[in-house]
C-alpha cells in the first residue's frame, strides 16, 4: 500500500530533526580546529563545557516548557533572582548586604535558592494555566519584575561575600570536570530518561502535541504543566547559582538577555514554538554549538567590532544547513 | 440527437506523488455534463489528492486535466480555476477567526474602488444563508460553528461561486440525516439546473441515492467507471477493496435476549448539563446500547458527561454500583470506562506521535513499575493494537498523522480499549471511515460485548446502531424514545427527527 | 621607575614578551569605542603584541568565558576591563593559576591578583559634577541621568553626587532619571521630568557619550534649551569627554564634563603590563606620568589617572583625548 | 438552536478583546491626574505621544508580521541600522565617519534607509517564506547580524553629524504635535482602514487565521506573507529615523531590547502570537498604555531602584485587569 512506502522515510525525518544540528557542530569543530591549535586542546573543550552549564540548565528547563506548547521567559530573572535571596539570607547583615544579623547556614540557603525558583514558577504556572493569561506576556512582566527586584534588593550591587558554598559548583572539579558540568550531563540523563521512558514525559509530548486529546486521554493536563513551570523555575534557580559561582559574584545583571540566547540554543537543537515536538538531545547540540561558536570567535581572533555580525550569521548559516541536511521545513 | 458535449471535465493520466508515496498512480476521470458522479474508494485510496488536483491546488507530477474540453489553467491563476469548479474540501477551509459572512466572500468581498462593503457583505451572505435555509448568524464567528453548521457553510460558498462544477468531499460524514436531506434537495435541484458534481462519500446508499455514474480508486489507481446502475453495492465494495465477499455487521436483532439477570454496568441518573437535562438510562453487562439524535440533541454531550469531559450541572453516574468522581477523565478510565471521543483530530489523537504512544496514551500509568513506560512496552502494545485492530501501517512508531482516516479512527479505537474497559463509549465511531473498516470497527464492539462487557454507541448511522440491543433516541436536550432491536429504519430515522409515523 | 620597584628574577614568566589579550566591556558606548580604538595603539607604541580586543556585550559571564579563552589560547598578559568589581574575580583567579598578569582597566576588583588597576575615580566624577551644578544652581531641582543600577560605574557616581549634594547643598532637590546608558529612555524621561517639573535648574548626565544628544533634544523639545549665561540657562554637566562634548561647552549649551581619558586608559593600560610581564612588581607612591599609585584595598594598586573637569575655560586644552581624535 | 443565542454574545467578547486594556489605561490616566497635577496638561499628554511615536510604527510592523501568524525579532536591529546606513551615506568622509567624500543629497539618503528596512523585510522574507525556516531562530540570527553590523560599521561610534532632516520628523511641529505622531497616526488609520476595508488587509488575518485554507480562497499567501516582512522593515526603518531624531543622535545601542517592549505593546494590546486575532486598535492601546506608565513612574519619582519592578508589575495588573473585564482566555 501507498503509505507503507512513505512510513520509513518519515520517521527517519522525524529523528533527523533531532541530528540536524551535528553536521553544523562539526563544521564548526572542524573550522576551529584548523583555525587554531589549541582549540581541540582537552583545556580548551573543557573550557566551553564550563562556560555552557549554567545555560544548558536553563535550556533545559525552557525545553520543559515549550514541550508543553508554553513559554517561559521570567527564566532569565529566576537565574539572578534565586541565587541573589540565597545569598541575602546567608550574607551576614553585618557586611552591609545582608539580611539576617545571624544567617542561614550555607546548606539552607542554597535550598532558598530552589524554593525561590519554584514559587517563581508556581507563580508563573498559576497565571499561565489557572488564570489562562498569555504566557508570553505574563512571563515578559515577570522576568521585568524579578529583574527590578534584584535591583531593588540588591540596590543594584553585586554580591561577592557569600559562602563558599555558592561557588562550589562551578569552582569545585571531579575528574577534571567541574560538578556543574557533571550537574548538567546528569541532569540531561535524567530528564532525557524520563522524556522517552516514563509517563510523565510522555504526558508532556502529549500536552504539547494536542492538549485536548491528552486530557481525553486521562492525563492531567493542567497539573502537569503547572508542575512543568515550577521544574523550570528550579532549574534556571540552579542555572544562576552554577553563573554566580562561574562568575565568581552575583551582580545585579546576572541573566540579562540570557533568555534570547536560551531560546536560540533550544529552537536550533530541533525544540518547536509550537509545543510538543523536539528532545533533549538536540537542545543540548543547541547549547553546545553556542558554546563552541562563542569561544571559536575569540580564538579565531575575529575583530571585536564584527564578532557579533559574524556570531548571527553563522547561527543563521547552521540554521540553514540543518534545513537542508534534514530537508524538513522547521517550524 | 447531437454528438454528446465534451466533458465537464477530463482528468488522464494523473500521477501525484509525496515523496516516496504515490497517491494517485495514472490515474484518469471523466465527468460527463449534468451528470452526479461518484467518487468512492477506501482510505487513503486516493480521493482527496484527486481532488486536490482537479481544484488547482496542487499540480500532478503527469497528466492532464482539462475543462469542457480545453486544457485547465495554471495553477498560479486561482481566479479561472474557481470560475470551473468549486469545492467544499475533506478538511475545514473556515478561518476561524473571521465571521460567517467574511468566510463566505472571501477575497471577493463586495467592494467599491478597493473598499470593502461590510453592510453589503452581511446582506448577500445572509441572502445566501437564507436561500440555502442555513440557520447561521452571519456575525457569528467560524471558529464557534459546530461542525454541521460549518460544513454548511462551506457548502453555501462553494455553491455560491457560480461554477457549474461542483466537488464535495466527503459532505455528509459529519452532517446528520436531517442536514444530509436536505443537501440532497439542494443538489436535486442544482442538477436539474444544469449543475455537475462530483461526489465523495463512504455510505454507498448515498452513492445510489445521488449519482449516476461512479468511479472506484483502489490503492492510487482507477478500477472501474460505470453507471451506477451497471454496479450493485456488492459489486462496489468488492471494486473497492479488491476481495470479494460481502459485509457483515452484526445485528442486534439477531441476538440471544440479554439474560434477565445481567447485572448493570452503568448507571445514569438525572444528568444534566449544558445542552441536555434529566437524562437516565442503565447499561447491563452483555449489552450494547446506542444513543441516537440529531446533531442537536445533545447525545453527545451525554456521552462525553459520562466519560468525564464535561462536568454535570446535577446528576449521578455509577459504574458498577459505584458512584464516579464527575467531570474527572482519569477517574472514569480507573473505573473502567473506555470512550472513542467525538472528533478523532481534537480529541482521539495526538497527530505528531506514533501508533504506539497514542494507543497507550490512556494507561500510560500501567506499562510498567513506577510509571515507567519504556519504547519497548510502548512499540508493543501499538504492535498489538495494529494486529488486533487491523490497522495498515509500517509498524507502531509510525506518526499517526501517516494514516488514513479510518486507520486513525482503529487507533483511536485502541487507546478506548487499552485499559480493557468495563463500559465502552463509542462516539461517532465511524465516521468518515470507509465500508470495510467500518465492518472491523463494530466487530470490534460486538467482540467486547461478547466479553460480557457493556457498550455505548452515540451516533446517528443506522449502520452504526444496528448491532445495538436498543437504542435510545434523544431529542433537544432529553431522552425521547426507545427503540428495541429489530426496528425499522424509517422508524427509527423518524424518531431521530421527531417526526411521529402512523400505525407504530 | 617611580613607583615601581624591578623584582630580583621573580616569577619571570616570559620576559615581557608574548602576546596580551585585552577585552572590553561593550562597544554602544562611544567612550568605549573610543578606548577600544586606543587599544592596538597604545599597544604598539608601548611595543606590546597586543591581540584583537574582545567584546564582553556587557556580560559579566561573557567576560569571564573570554577571559578563559584568552588564557586557553596561552596569551601572557591581560589587560581586562571588568563590568563590576567583584564578577571578575573568578577570572583573576584563572589567571593567577598560569601565572598570567593582569592589569584591570577603569573598575578595581573586590578582590583577586592584579598587577596593577588603571582609572580614574568614578565616585569624583559625581562629587566633581556635584559641585560645578551646586556652585551655580544652590537652590532648586536637579535632574540626575543615571547610568545602568546594576553597574559599578554608575552606582559610584550616583551615590558620590547624591552624597555631595545632601552634604553641601542641602538647598538642592535631586531627580534620579534611571536610564541604563540608553539615549531614548533618557530623552523621554527627562522630558517626563521637565514637564512635570518646568522648574529644573540642572542636569546631571552620568555619560555624556550616550545622553548628551537626548538632553539637548529634550531641552529644546521643551524651551529650555539657553546658552550659559541666559538666566534661563540650565545647567548642565556632563561625564566622558568626548568631542561632542567640548563642542556643546564651547556653544554654551552644557556648562562641562568630566573628561575620562579614554587615552591614558588604554596607554597606561599596555604600560603596566609590559612590566608585569617582565616580572615587575609594584608599590604606592608616585609614578612617572603625574598619577599617584594608591593602595585601595590590602594588595590592590591603583594608578589614579587624572580626570580632567572641562568647562569653557580648559576645553581647547589639546593634551585632552577628546580633541585628538 | 443553542449556538443563535451564543453568537451575539461570542462577538461582543471577540470585540471587548480589543478594547480590553481601555479600562487598564483609564485607570493608569487617572492614578496619573491624581499624583501629579500636571499628568494630564497638554504639554505632558504631547510628550507621551512623542516618546512613543518610533515605539508605535515598529509595533504596527511587528502587529502585521504577527497577524499573518509570523515573527519578527530582527525589527529592534532594524531600527538601528537603517537610519545609520542613510547617516553614513550622508555624512562626509571628511568628518572621519562618513562612507563619500560627496555625500548624498539628505532626501536620498532618507530614501535610503527606507529602502535598507526593506532589504532587511525581502531577507527575512525570503528565508521565512521561501526556505521556510523557524522565522523565530532567523529573525534572532537576523537581529544579532544586523546588531552586529551597526557595531561594526560605524565601529561604535554616535553618529551626530547628519543632515537636519535626520531629524526633522521628531523636532518639527505642525499644530503643536511633532511630525513623527502625525505620521504614527496616519500610518495606523491608514493600516487600520486596510486591515478593515480592503482585501489586502482581510487576507492577513486569513493568513494568520489558516493559511491553507486562505490558499483555497485563491489568496497568494506566500507573496502576501512576504511582503509583510518587507513593510515591516520599512515601519521599522521609519521608527528608526523617529528615534534618531528624538535622541538627537543615532548610537550603536539604538533599538537595543526595544523588541521586548515592542511584543509587550502588541501582546497586551490584544494580537495573538497565533496569528489572525487582534486590532491595531488594540495594539495602539498597548502602545500608549506602556508609554503613559513610562512617563508616570519617572514623574513620579518612584524610587529608581524599584522603578523596573513597579512597571513589570502594571504591566502584569493590565493584563489581569484586561483578563477581567474582557472575560476571556488569552492566547
Ligand atoms: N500532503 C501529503 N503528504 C504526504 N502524503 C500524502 C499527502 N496527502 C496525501 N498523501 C498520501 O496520499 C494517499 C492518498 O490520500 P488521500 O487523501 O487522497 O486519500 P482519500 O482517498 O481521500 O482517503 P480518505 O477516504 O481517508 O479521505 C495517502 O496514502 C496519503 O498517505
Ligand atoms: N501530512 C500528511 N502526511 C502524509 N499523509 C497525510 C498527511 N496529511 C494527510 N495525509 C493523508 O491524507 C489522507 C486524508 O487525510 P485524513 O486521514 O486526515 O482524512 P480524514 O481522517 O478522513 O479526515 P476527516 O476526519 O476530516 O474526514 C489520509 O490518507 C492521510 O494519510
Ligand atoms: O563608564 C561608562 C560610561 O562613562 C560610558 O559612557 O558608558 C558606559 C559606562 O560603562
Ligand atoms: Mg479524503
Ligand atoms: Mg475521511
Request: hydrophobic share 45%; charged share 20%; with cysteine.
Amino acid at each position: 500500500m501507498a503509505t507503507e512506502t512513505a512510513a520509513p522515510q518519515r520517521i527517519r525525518l522525524a529523528r533527523l530533526r533531532d541530528l540536524a544540528l551535528l553536521p553544523a557542530l562539526a563544521v564548526v569543530v572542524l573550522i576551529g580546529g584548523l583555525v587554531n591549535d589549541r582549540f581541540l586542546s582537552t583545556d580548551n573543550l573543557v573550557a566551553v563545557l564550563g562556560a555552557s552549564a549554567a545555560l544548558a540548565l536553563v535550556v533545559l528547563g525552557e525545553t520543559l516548557v515549550l514541550l508543553t506548547g508554553k513559554f517561559d521567559l521570567s527564566l532569565e530573572s529566576t537565574v539572578g533572582i534565586a541565587p541573589a535571596i540565597g545569598a541575602l539570607l546567608a550574607i551576614p547583615a553585618a557586611s552591609g548586604i545582608g539580611w539576617f544579623d545571624s544567617p542561614l547556614p550555607s546548606w539552607l540557603a542554597i535550598l532558598a535558592v530552589l524554593v525561590v525558583g519554584a514559587i517563581v514558577g508556581l507563580f508563573n504556572g498559576f497565571l499561565v494555566v489557572k488564570l489562562q493569561l498569555n504566557a508570553f506576556i505574563v512571563t515578559l512582566a515577570m522576568l521585568i519584575i524579578l529583574r527590578g527586584l534584584l535591583v531593588g534588593s540588591t540596590e543594584g550591587k553585586t554580591l561577592f561575600q557569600m559562602p563558599d558554598a555558592f561557588f562550589a559548583l562551578a569552582t569545585n572539579t571531579f575528574l577534571g570536570l567541574p560538578i556543574s558540568v557533571w550537574l548538567a550531563g546528569v541532569a540531561y540523563l535524567v530528564a532525557g530518561f524520563l522524556l522517552r521512558y516514563h509517563r510523565i514525559g510522555r504526558a508532556l509530548y502529549a500536552i504539547g502535541g494536542n492538549a485536548q486529546a491528552a486530557r481525553a486521554a486521562g492525563i492531567r493536563v493542567d497539573r502537569i504543566a503547572w508542575s512543568v513551570f515550577i521544574v523550570a523555575g528550579v532549574l534556571a534557580a540552579i542555572g544562576g547559582l552554577i553563573q554566580t559561582g562561574y562568575v565568581g559574584a552575583l551582580s545585579a545583571g546576572q541573566g540579562d538577555r540570557m533568555i534570547f540566547t536560551v531560546f536560540a540554543a533550544a529552537v536550533i537543537g530541533g525544540i518547536s514554538l509550537d509545543g510538543g515536538k523536539g528532545t533533549l538531545f538536540g537542545a543540548l547540540t543547541g547549547v553546545l554549538l553556542l558554546g563552541v561558536v562563542d569561544n571559536l570567535l575569540t580564538a579565531a581572533q575575529v575583530p571585536s567590532f564584527w564578532i557579533q555580525a559574524v556570531y548571527g550569521a553563522v547561527i543563521l548559516g547552521a540554521l540553514m544547513l540543518a534545513r537542508v541536511t534534514s530537508g524538513k521545513a522547521q517550524t | 440527437m447531437s454528438a454528446p458535449a465534451a466533458p465537464v471535465v477530463e482528468a488522464l493520466g494523473i500521477t501525484r506523488r509525496f515523496g516516496p508515496t504515490t497517491a494517485l498512480h495514472d490515474v484518469g476521470i471523466t465527468v460527463r455534463p449534468g451528470e452526479s458522479h461518484a467518487l468512492v474508494g477506501r482510505n487513503g485510496a486516493g480521493k482527496s489528492t484527486l481532488v486536490s488536483v482537479l481544484t488547482g491546488l496542487s499540480k500532478p507530477d503527469s497528466g492532464t486535466v482539462s475543462f469542457n474540453g480545453e486544457p485547465a489553467p495554471p495553477v498560479a491563476d486561482r481566479e479561472a480555476w474557481r470560475q470551473r469548479v468549486a469545492c467544499v474540501y475533506q478538511h475545514s477551509t473556515v478561518i476561524p477567526e473571521l465571521t460567517v459572512a467574511e468566510n463566505l466572500f472571501l477575497n471577493r468581498q463586495p467592494s467599491r474602488r478597493g473598499v470593502i462593503r461590510w453592510s453589503a457583505l452581511r446582506r448577500e451572505a445572509a441572502e445566501l444563508l437564507a436561500a440555502w435555509g442555513v440557520d447561521v448568524s452571519v456575525d457569528a464567528l467560524a471558529g464557534e460553528l459546530d461542525v454541521e453548521q460549518r460544513q454548511l457553510v462551506e457548502i453555501a460558498r462553494a455553491l455560491s461561486y457560480g461554477a457549474r462544477f461542483i466537488i464535495l468531499d466527503e459532505p455528509t460524514a459529519q452532517l446528520d440525516s436531517h442536514a444530509i436531506a436536505r443537501l440532497f434537495e439542494r443538489m436535486h435541484q442544482l442538477q436539474s439546473a444544469g449543475v455537475t458534481f462530483l461526489f465523495i462519500s463512504h455510505h454507498l446508499q448515498e452513492v445510489y441515492e445521488v449519482c449516476q455514474a461512479v468511479t472506484v480508486l483502489r490503492d492510487a489507481r482507477h478500477i472501474v467507471t460505470a453507471p451506477v446502475g451497471d454496479l450493485s453495492r456488492s459489486q462496489l465494495v468488492d471494486a473497492m477493496t479488491g476481495e470479494s465477499g460481502g459485509l457483515a455487521v452484526a445485528d442486534g436483532a439477531e441476538r440471544e435476549p440479554l439474560p434477565d439477570n445481567a447485572s448493570v454496568a452503568l448507571s445514569v441518573r438525572g444528568l444534566s448539563g449544558a445542552g441536555f437535562a434529566d437524562v437516565s438510562f442503565r447499561l447491563r453487562r452483555g449489552e450494547v446500547l446506542g444513543l441516537a439524535g440529531s446533531n442537536a440533541s445533545g447525545k453527545h454531550q451525554v456521552a462525553e458527561t459520562v466519560y468525564g469531559l464535561r462536568k454535570p450541572d446535577a446528576g449521578a453516574v455509577e459504574v458498577g454500583g459505584v458512584p464516579l468522581k464527575p467531570g474527572d477523565v482519569l477517574a472514569a478510565l480507573h473505573a473502567g470506562i473506555g470512550c472513542v471521543p467525538r472528533s478523532r483530530h481534537d480529541q482521539g489523537l495526538v497527530l505528531g506521535m506514533s501508533i504506539g504512544d497514542n494507543a497507550t496514551m490512556s494507561v500510560l500509568d500501567r506499562l510498567g513499575p513506577a510509571g515507567f513506560a519504556a519504547p519497548k512496552a510502548v512499540r508493543g502494545k501499538g504492535t498489538t493494537a495494529i494486529a488486533e485492530y487491523g490497522v495498515v501501517a509500517k509498524d507502531a512508531d509510525q506518526p499517526v498523522s501517516d494514516l488514513s482516516g479510518g486507520n486513525q479512527q482503529k487507533v483511536v479505537m485502541a487507546r478506548a480499549l487499552a485499559n480493557d474497559p468495563d463500559v465502552l463509549i463509542m462516539i461517532n465511531p465511524t465516521a468518515g471511515v470507509d465500508v470495510k473498516s467500518k465492518q472491523a470497527l463494530l466487530a470490534v464492539a460486538d467482540r467486547v460485548r461478547a466479553e460480557g462487557k457493556a457498550v455505548l454507541i452515540v451516533s446517528d448511522e443506522l449502520d452504526d446502531l444496528r448491532p445495538c440491543d436498543r437504542v435510545l433516541v434523544m431529542r433537544a436536550g432529553i431522552l425521547a424514545a426507545e427503540h428495541p432491536a429489530g426496528w425499522a429504519d424509517g422508524e427509527l430515522v423518524a424518531s431521530i427527527e421527531g417526526v411521529e409515523l402512523d400505525g407504530d | 621607575g617611580c613607583g615601581t620597584t624591578n623584582s630580583p628574577g621573580g616569577q619571570q614568566n616570559s620576559g615581557g614578551t608574548g602576546q596580551v589579550g585585552a577585552t572590553v566591556p561593550l562597544l554602544t558606548s562611544p567612550f568605549w569605542q573610543a578606548y577600544n580604538n586606543y587599544v592596538p595603539k597604545m599597544a604598539t607604541e608601548a611595543g606590546v603584541q597586543a591581540l584583537p580586543t574582545v567584546n564582553a556585550n556587557s556580560d559579566p559571564a561573557k567576560l569571564i568565558t573570554d577571559m578563559t579563552n584568552l588564557l586557553n589560547q596561552g596569551v601572557k598578559g591581560l589587560v581586562v576591563t571588568p563590568l563590576d568589581s567583584a564578577a571578575v574575580v573568578a577570572g583573576l583567579a584563572q589567571a593567577d593559576r598560569k601565572g598570567v598578569p593582569v592589569v584591570a582597566v577603569d573598575v578595581a576588583p573586590e578582590s583577586g591578583k592584579v598587577a596593577m588597576v588603571v582609572r580614574a575615580d568614578n565616585r569624583a566624577y559625581g562629587t566633581k559634577a556635584c559641585e560645578h551644578i551646586g556652585e551655580k544652581v544652590k537652590q532648586g531641582k536637579v535632574v540626575q541621568i543615571q547610568g545602568d543600577l546594576a553597574s559599578v560605574n554608575g552606582r559610584d557616581r550616583s551615590e558620590a553626587f547624591r552624597e555631595c549634594m545632601t552634604g553641601k547643598f542641602p538647598g538642592i532637590q535631586i531627580l534620579d532619571l534611571p536610564a541604563e546608558w540608553k539615549a531614548e529612555k533618557a530623552s523621554s524621561g527627562l522630558e517626563s521630568l521637565l514637564t512635570a517639573n518646568p522648574d529644573v535648574k540642572g542636569v546631571y548626565m552620568q555619560a555624556g557619550g550616550v545622553y548628551l544628544a537626548p538632553t539637548l533634544q529634550a531641552l529644546r523639545r521643551k524651551d529650555l534649551l539657553h546658552p550659559v549665561g541666559d538666566p534661563r540657562h540650565v545647567v548642565a554637566v556632563s561625564n566622558d569627554g568626548i568631542p561632542q562634548e567640548f563642542e556643546a561647552i564651547r556653544k554654551g549649551e552644557i556648562d562641562a564634563t568630566v573628561s575620562q581619558p579614554a587615552d591614558a586608559y588604554a596607554k597606561y593600560g599596555m604600560y603596566w603590563i609590559k612590566k608585569a610581564m617582565a616580572g615587575e612588581t609594584f608599590k604606592a607612591g608616585p609614578t612617572d606620568h603625574g598619577s599617584t599609585i594608591v593602595e585601595v584595598r590590602p594588595g590592590i594598586l591603583e594608578d589614579q589617572l587624572p580626570a580632567p573637569l572641562v568647562t569653557k575655560a580648559n576645553v581647547d586644552d589639546k593634551a585632552l583625548w577628546g580633541n585628538q581624535l
